[in-house]
């Protein structure tokens, strides 16, 4: 499934640099947040989430960063293979339920 | 490999026809949600249902679409009468734990 805006903001990485993708959730009372990965054509796959008692999570070259008092969280994905280009998302919720998603970021590696 | 499946891949119909579009959750995943995907509103929730009965349908236009859950293997969505602005990719996930698993997607288009 096309997942992409016309103005979906870009972030450009050499293969085998560490990508950072951001996002900025809205609601304070949020308690869990999860980032997707999406491929053209597919649908949306789970990557990493994060339960608002941590600030950090680290899962398999990726790592998910929560700064609660400025309500900001960061995908890290260590040294980017052509594979991981995609377009990502993060998502919000209370309890985990109702996923309020952003509008995502396509990454692009470049060789 | 547990996946969630959905028919049809793909819908091309016109307007004013009748659409179903189904989906089969995760064996065991008792929490299942309907999502739309558009370039310009991105993945918005439609509803979803726990233990097959419904928990919140108010993302759906009420008028015309329809979600029911028969069985635990089983979540249907139905547009009648369908319209040009439903044309989307729509995504099923299920849910187990705090994880929301999602299916491959339909994109219908109604001409």
């Known amino acids: 499934g096309e997942s992409v805006g016309l103005h979906l903001p870009t972030l450009s990485v050499q293969e085998g640099d560490n990508s950072i993708i951001n996002c900025a959730y809205s609601?304070?009372?949020?308690?869990?947040f999860i980032w997707y990965k999406q491929e053209s054509g597919k649908g949306p796959q789970f990557i990493i989430d994060?339960?608002?008692?941590?600030d950090k999570r680290q899962g398999q070259r990726v790592t998910v960063l929560l700064n609660k008092t400025v309500k900001h969280l960061s995908l890290q994905i260590a040294a980017t293979q052509p594979g991981d280009s995609a377009v990502y998302f993060c998502?919000?919720?209370?309890?985990?339920?109702?996923?309020?998603f952003g509008q995502g970021t396509r990454l692009t590696i470049n060789p | 490999d547990a996946r969630v499946t959905q028919t049809p891949r793909h819908k091309v119909t016109e307007m004013g026809q009748e659409v179903t579009m189904r989906c089969q959750p995760i064996?065991?995943?008792?929490?299942v949600f309907w999502y739309r995907q558009t370039m310009m509103q991105g993945l918005e929730l439609l509803a979803y249902?726990?233990?097959?009965?419904?928990?919140?349908d108010s993302g759906m236009p009420k008028d015309r679409f329809s979600a029911e859950m028969p069985d635990a293997t089983l979540a249907t969505l139905k547009i009648q009468p369908s319209e040009p602005r439903d044309s989307a990719v729509y995504f099923c996930?299920?849910?187990?734990?705090?994880?929301?698993?999602f299916g491959p997607g339909t994109r219908l288009t109604v001409l």
């Open positions: 998502a919000e919720s209370q309890g985990a339920q109702k996923l309020v």
């Open positions: 996930a299920s849910l187990i734990t705090d994880t929301q698993y």
């Open positions: 609601n304070s009372a949020s308690d869990y």
């Open positions: 249902f726990r233990n097959r009965a419904p928990l919140d």
């Open positions: 064996l065991g995943h008792n929490t």
């Open positions: 994060i339960r608002s008692n941590m």
